[in-house]
């Protein structure tokens, strides 16, 4: 008599098949550039992804001659042949594949597929991790519910710091993650290494500054110590020894505020005076303005664009503040998004979206504040984008 699991495994074989099966679909998936042409089944699509449950839905795409019509430029064929098939084994794929595969799963909304990729490479492909942390932290950037991967990303980065800084690719290092990185602390390495690289850092980042200092203008060291201002507080000093510091540290003492640099040779002469550091504090303006300046990508492109400030503002008044609805987004690198077949949305889970003369709010994960009193869709007559 079978058990429930080889009914299980009977059931599994009979949906590979109809995955397979060309003559029962009712969907063509044009992907990549070139347009490559997929034939699937939208009730199977639809169940493992709310993308598609979105872009798939009846009141957002019309049957031609029978068949659901829809194209994903921003996807290699290649690999959404392998997400289609419904079987995937990571361990004959190269690392430069996995990772398209773990960003197009993020695409599609598989997360488990995503969840379990992070985890075959923490698990069994170490090495790509290893070999180029600076590539992890940038699809983070884009992808950031990346966490598992990220926090292996950064410890191992603790635990290896030379990891980072002897990279070819830490000079594209986005600021963001170099804070984080030594906020984090604990890095195994001399401090002494790490103002070292820190100055490299700062000085890639300025393509004209030459890397002899005693060629520098007060408009070169104001430019890098701009740059680098944030970085300071993040520098145990008290750990750099005199002779490192009169080694490499004086010569870019313009790069200091004059306090901290008194306060550092202070503390030589008396270790028992603590090396304080204490930066401007960073300027603001409150305001009442609702609007918020950013560019949405191109309605020919699918793009999430790196970071953005962006609020959905809802209020019947707009002249009446005090009764507005306001949601700041909590994931920065969800903001906005704009599909070939869609868009533009706003958060990474659909909470504001609008295709055509439509618009449907699926959630509020990411701009939490904002409600639509259960209304879930409506018909748009117009919208404005201030730029």
């Avoid at 290649?78 to 690392?95: A, K, Q």
């Avoid at 070999?131 to 992808?143: A, G, R, W």
Wanted: with cysteine; charged share 20%.
């Amino acid at each position: 008599m079978p058990t429930v699991s080889e009914f299980q495994f009977e059931f599994y074989n009979d949906i590979v098949k109809l995955l397979r099966d060309s003559d029962t679909h009712d969907s063509v998936i044009r992907v990549g550039k070139e347009k490559r042409e997929f034939r699937a089944h939208r009730v199977i699509l639809c169940a493992r992804s709310s993308y598609f449950r979105t872009v798939l839905s009846p009141q957002w795409v019309k049957k031609q001659n029978g068949e659901f019509i829809l194209a994903i430029p921003n996807i290699l064929p290649d690999i959404f042949e392998i997400i289609l098939d419904g079987s995937i084994n990571l361990e004959v794929h190269e690392d430069a594949d996995i990772l398209k595969l773990l960003v197009a799963a993020d695409e599609l909304r598989l997360d488990n597929l995503a969840t379990y990729i992070q985890m075959y490479l923490i698990k069994k492909r170490t090495q790509l991790i290893r070999n180029d942390p600076v590539q992890i932290l940038k699809i983070f950037l884009q992808h950031p519910k990346f966490t598992n991967l990220h926090d292996f990303c950064l410890e191992t980065i603790r635990e290896s710091p030379k990891l980072l800084f002897a990279s070819d690719n830490f000079f594209s290092l986005d600021e963001t993650h170099f804070e984080l990185i030594l906020e984090r602390g604990n890095l195994l390495i001399e401090e002494i290494e790490i103002w070292d690289n820190l100055v490299k850092w700062g000085i890639a980042q300025h393509p004209n500054l030459s890397n002899d200092v005693s060629q520098w203008s007060s408009y070169d060291f104001r430019n890098i110590a701009t740059t680098l201002q944030k970085f300071l507080p993040l520098i145990n000093w008290s750990q750099i020894a005199s002779r490192e510091f009169q080694q490499k540290v004086m010569p870019y003492k313009d790069i200091l505020p004059r306090m901290l640099y008194e306060n550092i040779i202070n503390h030589y002469l008396n270790p028992d005076i603590p090396v304080r550091v204490s930066l401007p504090a960073r300027s603001s303006n409150p305001s009442t303005r609702l609007n918020r300046n950013f560019t949405l990508p191109s309605r020919n492109s699918s793009l999430r664009p790196t970071r953005f400030d962006s609020t959905i503002v809802n209020s019947k008044i707009a002249a009446n503040i005090s009764s507005a609805q306001v949601g700041r987004i909590n994931l920065p690198n969800h903001a906005t998004y704009n599909d070939i077949n869609y868009g533009p949305s706003f958060g990474g889970s659909y909470d504001f979206y609008i295709k055509g003369n439509n618009w449907g709010s699926d959630s509020t994960e990411h701009y939490p504040g904002v409600t639509f009193h259960n209304i879930r869709s409506g018909h748009l007559q117009e919208y404005e984008v201030y730029q």
